[in-house]
């Protein structure tokens, strides 16, 4: 937002001569009316000189002008922001992560080095952002029996995670072990859900798949249409009633970016467990996310934070499709880079596609 220049105390440019005079022994009339001519000249051209720095040098404030491009700044922040509500029916946003063959973060690129495609129609690209805008977030927690050795690493993730927030995000946290439960409403207070977090205590089975069924349902009350989830699990499900099909449809139409840190034992001790990883990795990547696995507690933090700054680093790409249908289907979206000369092969993480709306 531009700020007003201060305002300043002297006039460039406008010079006061002190006039040097000496005593008269005899004051004579003529004398008298001499002065006060001068007097009289001096006046007028004081009052000349000085109306031009008011207008030439901007020394008067001018806040019309001022307030009126903070509106229009105002109003395109409220246009972005509505056509990002109804994505689904005129503007379709994809956010898209860029990273290089060492899997860090790629930042700089400009809209000229993005393609969108929908399904075999290249898009014209309308809207291109990087900066850093305000999320909706949800933390789903694995609370499960087999989270016990792990559980402090876990929380001491989901700090390292809160400290990469911006001031204006807002957060919810869900637990899980036999069901998902809401142990925090949307909140701007980190202090506040972790408190909650650490009386949580680890037992029982796994219901993952209800417990992303619960956090997508709970995003229809966001603040900011920016929204995304992050898992902390250490297995498969093994007691939801929602099956992954059910939840990958879900998430196909949530247009929520889900982000997933799977914590996995060596030896596998069931069919779920094994299944656990591909199951996170699939529907993290479906969203436009992505999973990340790790088999040492000690990097939980370390992955919370990378995930928490790749969030502040996003490009989003904006389009109008050229084939606008309300038929309510699935529509593929594909998110080529057209990287500047010189650079290693990069990786692009998009959601695959939306649902039109029906009406």
């Known amino acids: 937002m531009a700020r007003q220049a201060g305002r300043g105390s002297s006039r460039p440019g406008v010079q006061t001569r002190k006039r040097k005079t000496t005593p008269i022994p005899v004051l004579t009339l003529p004398c008298v009316f001499l002065l006060l001519t001068t007097c009289l000249v001096l006046a007028a051209a004081t009052a000349w000189a000085q109306t031009p720095d008011v207008v030439d040098i901007h020394v008067a404030p001018r806040p019309e002008p001022d307030k009126a491009d903070q509106q229009n700044a105002l109003q395109d922040t409220v246009r972005t922001h509505a056509a990002t509500i109804r994505s689904k029916v005129d503007l379709v946003l994809v956010p898209v992560t860029v990273t290089d063959p060492m899997n860090r973060l790629v ?20 809207h291109f952002s990087s900066e850093d805008a305000p999320i909706s977030l949800g933390v789903i927690f694995d609370m499960s029996g087999s989270m016990s050795s792990k559980i402090e690493r876990a929380r001491e993730a ?34 506040d859900l972790q408190n909650k977090l ?9 219901a993952l798949l209800d417990a992303i ?22 297995g498969g499900d093994n007691h939801s009633r929602y099956t992954e099909g059910e939840i990958k449809s879900l998430v ?16 596998f001790r069931s069919e779920e467990e094994r299944l656990g990883p591909q199951l996170l990795s699939d529907v993290s990547e479906l969203s436009g996310g992505r999973a990340f696995t790790i088999d040492n507690p000690n990097d939980l933090a370390d ?22 249908g309300h038929d309510g289907k699935w529509h593929k979206i594909k998110v080529k880079l057209l990287p500047p000369k010189g650079l290693p092969p990069l990786h692009v993480y998009a959601k695959t596609g939306y649902y039109a709306s029906s009406q």
């Open 158 to 191: 989901v700090t390292e995670f809160f400290k990469t927030a911006n001031p204006q995000d807002e957060f919810f946290l869900i637990a899980f072990a036999d069901k998902p439960q809401e142990i925090s409403d949307f909140t701007q207070s980190v202090d």
């Open 252 to 267: 196909k139409e949530a247009d929520v970016m889900v982000y997933s840190i799977g914590i996995y034992d060596h030896d």
């Open 303 to 324: 992955v919370a934070t990378k995930i928490g700054i790749e969030l502040r680093n996003q490009y989003v790409l904006g389009y109008r499709p050229t084939n606008p």
């Open 213 to 234: 069924y619960l956090g997508i349902s709970k995003m229809r009350d966001a603040k900011y249409p920016k929204k995304s989830l992050l898992i902390i699990s250490d």
């Open 107 to 126: 930042t700089g690129l400009d809209k000229e080095n993005f393609q969108v495609f929908e399904g075999k129609d290249q898009q014209e690209v309308r």
């Open 198 to 206: 650490v009386y949580t205590i680890p037992k029982g089975r796994t």
